[in-house]
């Protein structure tokens, strides 16, 4: 049984930063693609990035632009999300998911169904 769980949230001003992190068990991690998402009150939850297995390959969505960075230390099975230059509009549930595949391209990860286990999330309030 594979097992996420995330921590690192909490209230930040606006500017500031968070670190994420994913701590994952139960199947051969670095073997998976892993993904973030984050999900705010009324919206739907959207994809943030991802990254493969080996930690070569990172994808992202446009609205990071630059601000947010994710790596993984396989030695720890820990995935992490490190987030810069927060804004009020960055409030959400962020959450870690791993993906179902041992291999999959990188115009994937942004695909919510490539994911079959998810954290419980962690809250993230960037205050203005």
């Known amino acids: 049984q594979v097992q996420l769980v995330e921590s690192g949230g909490g209230l930040v001003q606006a500017g500031g930063s968070l670190r994420l992190s994913c701590a994952a068990s139960g199947r051969a991690f670095s073997s998976y693609a892993m993904g973030w998402f984050r999900q705010a009150p009324g919206k739907e939850r959207e994809f943030v990035g991802a990254?493969?297995?080996?930690?070569?390959?990172?994808s992202y969505a446009d609205f990071v632009k630059g601000r947010f960075t994710i790596s993984r230390d396989n030695g720890k099975n820990t995935v992490y999300l490190q987030m810069n230059s927060l804004a009020p509009e960055d409030t959400a549930v962020y959450y870690c998911?791993?993906?179902?595949?041992?291999?999959?391209?990188?115009?994937?990860?942004?695909?919510?169904?490539?994911?079959?286990?998810w954290g419980q999330g962690t809250q993230v309030t960037v205050s203005s």
């Open positions: 990254i493969s297995g080996s930690g070569s390959v990172t």
């Open positions: 998911a791993q993906s179902k595949y041992t291999y999959t391209t990188s115009s994937n990860y942004n695909r919510r169904d490539l994911y079959d286990y």
